[in-house]
């Protein structure tokens, strides 16, 4: 008897849905790290007792999301191997475990864009420009 699937497959249009959330996700959460510690009076506290440039908050916020992209990664690794137990741990499938697939895609171009945000930081203040506030547009969180 074949066994029964948790789900269907995702589309290639729920795929694509799944991965513009995922942008929009790490993305928005990358700018609300950073907000917090530009902007707020303790990220100023933070800043100021470690002495951090506006890279240093940039690549630790960098680091931040990383780890939550991590965590999300393993909870869906362990529910997806949870759910695998009993059955053909080679041939079972679980639709979580595609649904993040598409989701975490995104992670990985976020990393890159997040990445250069901050090696252009990184090569900013070694040039002398990188002191927070400075040479940033109006209403701009970097």
Not at 61 to 70: C, F, R
């Amino acid at each position: 008897m074949p066994e029964k699937r948790c789900c269907s497959r995702i589309s290639i249009k729920r795929g694509c849905a799944l991965t513009a959330l995922g942008f929009a996700y790490f993305m928005s959460l990358f700018e609300l790290f950073t907000f917090a510690a530009l902007f707020t009076a303790s990220g100023s506290r933070f800043r100021q007792k470690y002495r951090l440039n506006c890279s240093d908050v940039l690549d630790i916020n960098n680091k931040l999301v990383s780890a939550v992209q991590a965590a999300l990664c393993c909870v869906t690794g362990a529910v997806v191997c949870l759910w695998s137990c009993n059955r053909d741990f080679m041939r079972s499938s679980h639709f979580m475990s595609e649904a993040y697939a598409w989701f975490g895609a995104a992670y990985f171009f976020y990393d890159i864009w997040s990445m250069y945000l901050v090696h252009v930081r990184q090569v900013g203040f070694a040039k002398g420009i990188g002191v927070i506030g400075e040479g940033r547009p109006q209403g701009s969180a970097i």
